[in-house]
């Protein structure tokens, strides 16, 4: 079923593997096109534009943008018992995770007299955003909403589409999700028009301020990526989240069986979805592909697997040894990570690039989606080479307080002027030089 990539006694450059390796082609640029109207025309006419675009795309128009406190209430109290509990736990394990992020104030003593704090101040106000399309995700506004509030954001608004089905307002395990973390605001919104809301802020069908955000997190489709890029600098991002990956670096000893379910587990996310086998086993390949005969035909989303899984973005790659698969899964950079090697904790070690590792037989993904405590908001398309999942620090923001004592500038002014001098601006060291001038104010 899979596509193969023969790499075995080759040995490519990292640009020879990353236009050699499966990967999904998202062109966000090409969308940005679709999207500069509506983020224009939510700039222009606010909550009316929203509403005729969910009006347009989502075929259901809300009375109004904001969910009434009494249905985040409602939905939490007719939630499934079991699904309660899975998500109380997932909250506990995010939130014991996260807690341990949190950074502490640094002073650092340069001279005498002279100290530069790094304080960390968290964004104002979020906005997150849990997708709807597809499927439904509580399980992003827990990953989504732990870290911001650990970071100690004063004001959050989760942002989600509104469903036909259910009158216009979110799926209630949404709801109910943020009514256990506490959120209170929610908006009925998806898309590109959502983020524009967020971004410009407006005024409710009933009156209601619609606050605007400093910055906004979460996934969506190439849309809501687009409107994310059109819209950086208005509002802080997180990322341009593409669709969902997974590689597995396996050889041998790994279990067929676990390894295919778990690349369906991530091809059933969307057609886009990318499910990419590092390999040194051709035994192990062929293996998989044996049991993804039999479990996709099984699985319940089988149509949306099977593309996914015969997409140019999924595949096998096939490597001589487990330290060729590891410069592979590195040039990869895949958004999520399994190792499924003997000695896979001394193997996860060695990765450098990844957006989350899972080390051996009993740590799939969807661990990781759910209840590691974790998080499961990462980069994709491989900017795991570059940037980090969500996190605390996500929302933090460094600011350096420099406090100088008149003898502490006075021992590095001719520095400072020397400097000054040489990149030629000067009236950097006159602001220096006035403060110890005969007669300065």
């Known amino acids: 079923m899979l596509n193969r990539t023969d790499l075995r006694g080759k040995v490519p450059s990292a640009a020879e593997l990353r236009t050699t390796l499966p990967r999904a082609e998202i062109?966000?640029?090409?969308?940005?096109?679709?999207?500069?109207?509506?983020?224009?025309?939510?700039?222009?006419?606010?909550?009316?534009?929203?509403?005729?675009?969910?009006?347009?795309?989502?075929?259901?128009?809300p009375s109004?943008?904001?969910?009434?406190?009494?249905?985040?209430?409602?939905?939490l109290a007719e939630l499934d018992p079991a699904v309660r509990a899975a998500l109380e736990e997932a909250i506990a394990r995010a939130r014991k995770v996260h807690a341990d992020q949190r950074r502490a104030d640094v002073t650092t003593k340069v001279a005498e007299g002279g100290t530069v704090t790094e304080r960390w101040v968290p964004v104002e106000r979020v906005g997150l955003y849990a997708p709807g399309g597809l499927a439904v995700y509580p399980s992003s506004v827990v990953m989504n909403v732990v870290p911001a509030q650990a970071a100690g954001v004063g004001s959050l608004v989760l942002c989600t589409p509104p469903q036909a089905e259910f009158g216009g307002r979110p799926h209630p395990a949404t709801l109910a999700a943020a009514a256990l973390l506490g959120v209170d605001e929610v908006w009925a919104a998806g898309g590109a028009q959502a983020v524009a809301l967020m971004a410009y802020g407006g005024t409710d069908t009933d009156g209601g301020e619609l606050a605007p955000v400093d910055m906004v997190t979460g996934p969506g489709n190439i849309y809501l990526t687009a409107a994310k890029r059109m819209l950086r600098g208005i509002i802080g991002i997180d990322s341009e989240a593409g669709p969902t990956e997974i590689a597995i670096l396996a050889d041998e000893t790994a279990?067929?069986?676990?390894?295919?379910?778990?690349?369906?587990?991530?091809?059933?996310?969307?057609?886009?979805?990318?499910?990419?086998?590092?390999?040194?086993?051709?035994?192990?390949?062929?293996?998989?592909?044996?049991?993804?005969?039999?479990?996709?035909?099984a699985t319940k989303h089988t149509e949306r697997v099977g593309e996914a899984l015969r997409g140019k973005q999924s595949g096998v790659v096939l490597v001589s040894t487990v330290d060729d698969g590891l410069k592979v899964v590195d040039a990869y950079a895949a958004e999520h990570l399994e190792i499924q090697t003997a000695n896979a904790r001394e193997v996860a070690a060695r990765v450098r690039n990844a957006g989350a590792v899972f080390v051996g037989p009993y740590a799939p993904v969807?661990?990781?989606?759910?209840?590691?405590?974790?998080?499961?908001?990462?980069?994709?398309g491989g900017f795991a080479r570059h940037s980090s999942g969500l996190s605390v620090q996500s929302f933090l923001r460094g600011i350096h307080v420099i406090d100088y004592s008149e003898q502490a500038l006075r021992e590095v002014a001719d520095k400072v002027v020397a400097l000054a001098n040489a990149e030629d601006l000067p009236a950097h060291g006159e602001a220096v030089t006035a403060r110890f001038t005969r007669g300065a104010s």
């Open 27 to 61: 062109d966000v640029d090409a969308a940005l096109h679709r999207v500069r109207p509506v983020v224009e025309a939510v700039r222009d006419r606010g909550v009316e534009a929203v509403l005729q675009y969910t009006e347009q795309f989502d075929r259901v128009r």
């Open 64 to 75: 109004t943008v904001r969910v009434p406190a009494a249905e985040l209430n409602k939905a």
């Open 255 to 297: 279990d067929a069986g676990h390894v295919a379910a778990d690349l369906i587990s991530q091809a059933e996310h969307d057609t886009l979805a990318a499910s990419v086998l590092v390999t040194t086993s051709p035994e192990l390949a062929d293996a998989v592909d044996r049991e993804l005969d039999s479990r996709v035909a």
């Open 366 to 380: 969807s661990l990781g989606d759910y209840c590691a405590g974790s998080n499961h908001v990462l980069p994709t």
